[in-house]
Nanobody, 114 residues
C-alpha cells in the first residue's frame, strides 16, 4: 500500500510560480518512479512530468523549460516547481507512484488567472 498526499495548489496569476508537494507513505521501497499528471475540465488527463528511481526526468512538451520535477528520498517526497504559469495550466494535479501498480493522490487544484 502506498498513500500519497498532495499540497501546494492554489490560485495564482499568469506568469507566477507555484510548487506542488507530494508526501508518500506505506511501502516506499517498492516505488520505481514518481509522476505528476493533470486533468482540466473537458480535457483528457495528461502526464506532466516523471522522475525515475535513478533520477531521470521527462516532461510533456508544453511544460518543458517551465516546470521541474524533483524528489527528496529522505522525506519520501516529490515536488513540482511550476514557473511562468499560464491559464492553460489550470487543472487538478495528481501525484502518482509507480510500483507493481499506479497509486494516486487525491489531487490538488491549480488555477491560473489571466
Amino acid at each position: 500500500q502506498v498513500q500519497l498526499v498532495e499540497s501546494g495548489g492554489g490560485l495564482v496569476q499568469a506568469g507566477g510560480s507555484l510548487r506542488l508537494s507530494c508526501a508518500a507513505s506505506g511501502s516506499i521501497s517498492s516505488i520505481n518512479a514518481m509522476r505528476w499528471s493533470r486533468q482540466a475540465p473537458g480535457k483528457q488527463r495528461e502526464l506532466v512530468a516523471s522522475i525515475s528511481s535513478g533520477g531521470s526526468t521527462i516532461y510533456v512538451d508544453s511544460v518543458k523549460g517551465r516546470f521541474t520535477i524533483s524528489r527528496d528520498n529522505a522525506k519520501n517526497a516529490v515536488y513540482l516547481q511550476m514557473n511562468s504559469l499560464k491559464p492553460e495550466d489550470t487543472a487538478v494535479y495528481y501525484c502518482n507512484a509507480v510500483t507493481g501498480r499506479t497509486w494516486w493522490g487525491q489531487g490538488t487544484q491549480v488555477t491560473v488567472s489571466s
